[in-house]
């Protein structure tokens, strides 16, 4: 386990040689479950990149975290400027804090000139696993005791990490042999990880405190191996037994460098197990979707070839000719006719208007369009097949793969899912008016897709004013400004695409997509503006001068 007590106790030492005396510079979460600390002096950078999501809990320290320009959003700006003055390892508990003081420039001292801590607590409590600022809290402090209260979470949802106190986060367990004989070995030692057992060579019931002592006492500077085996990437503070044979496992002497191989190796399996399972399903869509094509064919077919050609139907009124009226029809006609093919008679219908034989002539047209229509059907349906075919031996193949490299090749080599794969005209509703782009989300994920993936800062962005409706945008052109009939017009889809579709005017928000952002937890289809003019305008779907692509 990479977050066990006993390791945390080894990285939170290693972390103070490396962060007491640094100060604060950056804090920063630009992808989900995902928050990077930058701390720095004149000399010295050191950065912790901490991932806490409900499948995975992992710290690791890389020597370099650029900030991207976009999608990033500010954490813990109360701690910004604040230097590091002491680590704390939590007893029995995965969770250590990071007291952090103010400097020179950001001092603030109480009635008895002491400097105020905050303190970042560290849970990792697997998928409970949060990170928490606490700041002192004097209205609560009668007796002057300290007291310190819950005032920032990394993961909001988590709402009973309010109520934790930091005094309380100590497990002071009597670690010794009578303890040990009267509660046993999970009630003394409740942090050991399951790799303890195997190394003693015993089960936990039948150990005796002498083996355990052992294993303490090499706890206290272990070897940390990162193993990996077909199904998993752990770790763990414990050689891997000899009888493991298909596990590869590497050694590492330091906490710091543990970690980041174990991140390293991890989220190389994690994310490439994710990205193959996202591409199987989209092939397995696609599947589904030919496997449904090739029956509705299958059906048509049916229905056309065991339906009586209009060929015959033709052929049959020529046949009768003399036994029908020489004027075109007054109305529609059903007439009884001699059925030469099957000798026996036969329905058919005479069209208003038109004479028998000219009748026939429509048939014999539909006859045209009908073998048409046949081959096109047997020819698309030959398609699909072979589609289908290559669809599933490409899941196959890629199910097969244990590689990220070999993914990728694979993908490159049969050109599947290249950028293009995904058209456009089926990710959005796609207009062109005045030779300008206007691009309408479908619901409310697809206008997040369409906002923070496919617009520009210089797209103008439209959505109906406090009703829940659809993104608009309007494609930037270099060098040119948005013509006021297309704002219009674009004001126009806004609006009908929303809520307000039914209303008489609906005033519709518009403003340059750079200033259009979706702070963190906000719901599906959210965002905030933070400029905005409003143009009023009628609910209007087509128009004769604006063409859907």
């Known amino acids: 386990m990479h977050l066990n007590y006993y390791f945390l106790r080894q990285l939170s030492a290693a972390l103070s040689t490396q962060l007491e005396g640094l100060t604060l510079v950056s804090c920063f979460s630009q992808n989900k479950d995902e928050v990077v600390f930058g701390w720095a002096t004149t ?5 912790i990149r901490a991932l806490l999501s409900s499948d995975i ?21 109360g701690v910004i400027g604040y230097e590091v003055k002491r680590i704390r390892q939590f007893v029995n508990e995965r969770a250590f804090a990071i007291y952090l003081y103010p400097n020179s420039t950001t001092a603030t001292e109480d009635e008895n000139n002491t400097p105020t801590p905050k303190i970042l607590l560290f849970k990792l409590h697997g998928q409970r696993s949060n990170i928490l600022l606490f700041e002192q809290n004097t209205e609560e402090n ?21 109520d934790l106190r930091i005094e309380h986060i100590d497990r002071a367990i009597p670690q010794n042999a009578d303890y040990f004989e009267q509660h046993g070995a999970f009630k003394t030692f409740p942090t050991f990880e399951k790799g303890f057992w195997e190394f003693i060579g015993k089960k ?38 000899a009888t493991a044979t298909d596990i590869v496992t590497h050694s590492y002497t330091a906490p710091i460098t543990a970690a980041n191989e174990f991140y390293r190796f991890f989220s190389r399996r994690y994310y490439f197990e994710g990205e193959k399972a996202r591409i199987c399903k989209k092939i397995d869509t696609k599947i589904k979707q030919t496997e449904s094509y090739i029956q509705k064919t299958e059906e048509k077919l049916l229905e056309v070839e065991y339906k009586t050609p209009y060929e015959q139907y033709a052929n049959i009124i020529m046949a009768n000719l003399h036994d029908l009226p020489k004027q075109p029809l007054p109305v529609a006609q059903q007439v009884e006719l001699y059925d030469f093919y099957n000798n026996t008679t036969l329905t058919i219908r005479l069209r208003e ?6 009748s026939a002539e429509v048939y014999y047209r539909k006859s045209k369009n009908q073998k048409i229509e046949i081959d096109k059907l047997y020819k698309n349906l030959e398609e699909k097949q072979d589609l289908l075919k290559t669809l599933q031996q490409h899941l196959q193949a890629i199910g097969e793969l244990t590689e990220f490299r070999a993914l990728k090749k694979y993908l490159k080599e049969f050109e599947l899912f290249d950028e293009g794969e995904e058209e456009l005209q089926y990710l959005f509703r796609r207009f062109e008016y005045q030779g300008f782009e206007i691009w309408v989300g479908k619901s409310a994920k697809n206008n997040d897709l369409l906002t923070q993936r496919y617009a520009y800062k210089e797209d103008l962005w439209l959505h109906a004013k406090d009703v829940a409706g659809s993104h608009v945008i309007i494609k930037y052109q270099a060098g040119k400004k948005f013509p006021y009939p297309v704002i219009e017009k ?56 604006l063409r859907e692509d």
Request: with cysteine; glycine share 2%.
């Open 353 to 358: 208007g038109l004479t028998p034989q000219k």
């Open 43 to 47: 000399e010295k950078y050191f950065c």
């Open 142 to 162: 009668p007796d002057n005791t300290a007291l310190y209260v819950v005032t920032e979470l990394f993961r909001n949802h988590l709402d009973k990490d309010w």
């Open 490 to 545: 674009a004001a126009q889809l806004a609006a009908y695409y929303s809520k307000r579709k039914n209303d008489t005017l609906c005033p519709v928000t518009y403003t340059p997509k750079k200033f259009v952002r979706k702070p963190k937890g906000f719901a599906e289809g959210m965002v905030k503006v933070d400029k905005e003019q409003v143009l009023l305008v009628a609910p209007t779907e087509a128009m004769t001068d």
């Open 204 to 241: 936990s019931d039948a150990a005796r405190f002498s083996d355990i002592e052992t294993a303490l006492h090499y706890l206290e500077n272990p070897t940390y191996y990162v193993r990996i085996n077909d199904d998993e990437v752990d770790f763990s503070l414990f050689p891997t037994p």
């Open 57 to 77: 809990c992992c710290l690791s320290f890389p020597d370099d975290y650029r900030r991207s320009r976009n999608n990033s959003v500010d954490l813990f700006q």
